[in-house]
């Protein structure tokens, strides 16, 4: 649901950071976003791609996931910065491990286990 929200609001360049644990949901926000950009692909992680690209009606999903990356120049040899300015969004996920490459106007959304209500409720904080 947040996701879809997310991507419903989408502009062209938007950059959306996503922090948490393994299986908080990360994958899941993307799945809600590329739902919204009417995406109809099976979204995956790309965790050993680094970057999958999906082709949505209006704007295009880059979909990062930064957790293999161990030196941010490795981002530079995909092309990250070209992902940075196509018509579209990216997504990253564990954006954290290269939060040095991140812009500036960048949405951070961190997503934590609220084990005090059960294990499947999360808190998600968001800042722009």
């Not at 989408?10 to 908080?24: N, S």
């Amino acid at each position: 649901m947040i996701g879809n929200n997310i991507g419903r609001n989408a502009k062209p360049d938007d950059v959306i950071c996503l922090v948490g644990d393994l299986g908080v949901g990360k994958t899941i926000i993307t799945k809600g976003i590329a739902e919204a950009l009417r995406i109809n692909e099976n979204i995956t992680s790309p965790t050993f791609t680094i970057v999958n690209e999906y082709e949505g009606v209006n704007l295009n999903l880059y979909h990062f996931d930064t957790y293999r990356i161990v030196d941010e120049n490795e981002m530079w040899e995909i092309g990250f910065e070209e992902y940075l300015y196509k018509k579209g969004i990216c997504v990253i996920e564990w954006a954290d491990t290269i939060k040095n490459l991140i812009p500036k106007n960048s949405i951070w959304i961190y997503i934590e286990k609220d084990l005090s209500k059960g294990e499947e409720y999360r808190k998600i904080t968001i800042e722009n």
